[in-house]
């Protein structure tokens, strides 16, 4: 079972900020019965208001305010866009991107889907390449609005979608694709991809508290993602 106690990555007397692990949605999901961050935070706290959203398949740094006002006050800078977001997304792409800005609108239809559309929302993403390998790249993703899989289309857009994101173009990784010689596979048994869920992470969150006090909350990769960026850099060449 996950504790929420042991997902904090930084507390006070107003904010909890926590790594959200993968596979576990922000708010009450349609099922009651799984665990959601907003339904343990409750148990952890009186009175917790998640500030912003993660999709349920990203992991990374995710804030909560633990009384009316710190939540006020941190909407307000989310609003104002004051808060700074890094993300790290695996791409399937070697292209690299340097600074490149993309501002394309984007329409939310029903199902969880979006898609990019006059009659949209402005939206406008920030990619820079933090490392490139044989078969993809580590970029690092300033979204300076905040609509839904914003990130995820938006690199779909420029032709570097993320590892594993079937819904915006993005394909599976496999350890035999890297590993050509001396890669044996158990016979009778199918490979399995090296993640399995988008391969997005939120790194940071930088924001102020409400002394005017700046600060900036880093979440590590979890497992998976580790794995996966390791192996990219083992097998680069």
Known sequence: MLEFKNIILFEDDDFILINKPYGVSTLDDRDVTKQNILKMAREYTSDPQVCHRLDKETSGVLAIAKNPVAYRHLSMQFENREVVKIYHAATTSREKLDNKMVELPILQLRDGIVKIDK?????????????????????????????????????????????????????????????????????????????????????????????????????????DFAVLVKLLGQYAR
């Not at 990619?127 to 580590?138: A, I, P």
């Not at 970029?139 to 594993?164: D, E, N, W, Y």
């Open 119 to 223: 009659e949209g929302k402005p939206a406008a993403t920030i990619f820079n390449t933090l490392e490139v390998f044989s078969h993809g790249s580590l970029v690092a993703c300033f979204p300076i609005t905040g609509r839904m899989h914003q990130i995820r289309i938006h690199l779909s857009c420029i032709k570097a979608p993320i590892v594993a994101d079937s819904q915006y173009g993005g394909e599976d990784v496999f350890l035999s694709q890297m590993k050509r010689k001396n890669f044996n596979l158990k016979k009778d048994s199918d490979e399995l991809p090296i993640i399995r869920r988008v391969a997005l992470h939120a790194y940071s969150l930088t924001f102020k508290d409400l002394s005017g006090k700046e600060k900036c909350i880093q979440a590590a990769y979890p497992k």
